[in-house]
């Protein structure tokens, strides 16, 4: 008797381990649906930039032996022209992070990816052309100034974001399939970005002979606009190229002692990055 009813039960206990494993299995494929996908890429960027007014101001009345002269000063450049530098010849001979390089870091909140949020990182290098001729106007020391004045790093000043205008902005994204392989493992889609966040700049300033380059900090904002394609490859691989169109207002740029800057500009950015992607 005891014999005959092992059999049912050894059964019963193996139909119950398998339906408790095909159920725990459901219920990881629903859980994995119903999360979405993180995502990290690396990549580079060329950039454009507007002209801008740039106005220096200490009221320290510091002395500044090299000059002679209390540093007092309260006057702005007018039209400055500004440049990039890419570094892509310096890249092969140091490290990754010397040619202006972004990254971002990205979740895509449902199993369609198609919205998502997304902290964006432009390292752009804005380096103020040297040898222009541009308007200044204002007080340097106890003269007033109010005239055409050749911008020289030698006798007067030298300007630059080399260290980064650093944009960091938190991304609003929306992806949109436009083509997808028979075998769905290749798929191409437009990207579209809106975000809002600090310029975190390191800025290099010689000023009436005086050179430094000081410390990361945060100057301002930055808001802009990204859009463009981005072709994804069995799932866990993508490249992505972008136009990126931002207004930066830095309103409390570090220069010598306890001097400051203010300027503001329109910059234009072509990116190419390469990531990957870890659905949940």
């Given at each position: 008797m005891k014999s005959h009813l092992r059999v049912p039960a050894v059964a019963v206990l193996l139909l119950l381990l398998v339906s408790s494993s095909f159920a725990q299995e459901i219920v990881t494929k629903k859980t994995k649906r119903a999360k979405g996908t993180f995502y990290g890429s690396w990549g580079y960027n060329r950039d454009w930039f507007s002209k801008s007014d740039i106005h220096f101001r200490n009221n320290s009345g510091e002395y500044n032996?090299?000059?002679?002269?209390?540093?007092?000063?309260?006057?702005?450049?007018?039209?400055?022209?500004?440049?990039?530098?890419?570094?892509?010849?310096?890249?092969?001979h140091t490290d990754l992070t010397i040619p202006q390089y972004v990254y971002r870091l990205g979740y895509y909140f449902n199993n369609k990816k198609d919205l998502g949020i997304e902290i964006n990182f432009d390292h752009a290098k804005y380096i103020m052309s040297d040898w222009q001729t541009l308007h200044v106007k204002g007080y340097i020391s106890d003269q007033y100034i109010d005239k055409d004045t050749m911008i020289s790093p030698e006798t007067f000043m030298h300007f630059e974001h080399s260290d980064g205008a650093n944009f960091m902005m938190l991304n609003i994204m929306k992806r949109q399939r436009l083509l997808t392989s028979k075998n769905n493992k290749h798929w191409l889609s437009a990207v579209v970005k809106f975000g809002f966040?600090?310029?975190i700049p390191r800025t290099q300033v010689t000023l009436f002979?005086?050179?430094?380059?000081?410390?990361f900090h945060i100057a301002g904002y930055v808001t802009g606009m990204e859009a463009g394609l981005r072709y994804d490859a069995f799932k866990h691989i993508y490249l992505e190229y972008t136009a990126k169109g931002v207004f930066a207002d830095y309103r409390n740029v570090l220069v010598l002692g306890s001097g400051k800057a203010h300027h503001h500009f329109w910059a234009f950015e072509n990116i190419l990055t390469l990531g990957f992607q870890f659905p949940l």
């Open positions: 032996p090299v000059t002679g002269n209390y540093d007092y000063y309260d006057f702005t450049i007018y039209n400055a022209k500004a440049t990039d530098r890419d570094g892509f010849k310096a890249m092969l966040g600090p310029v002979g005086q050179d430094l380059n000081n410390r």
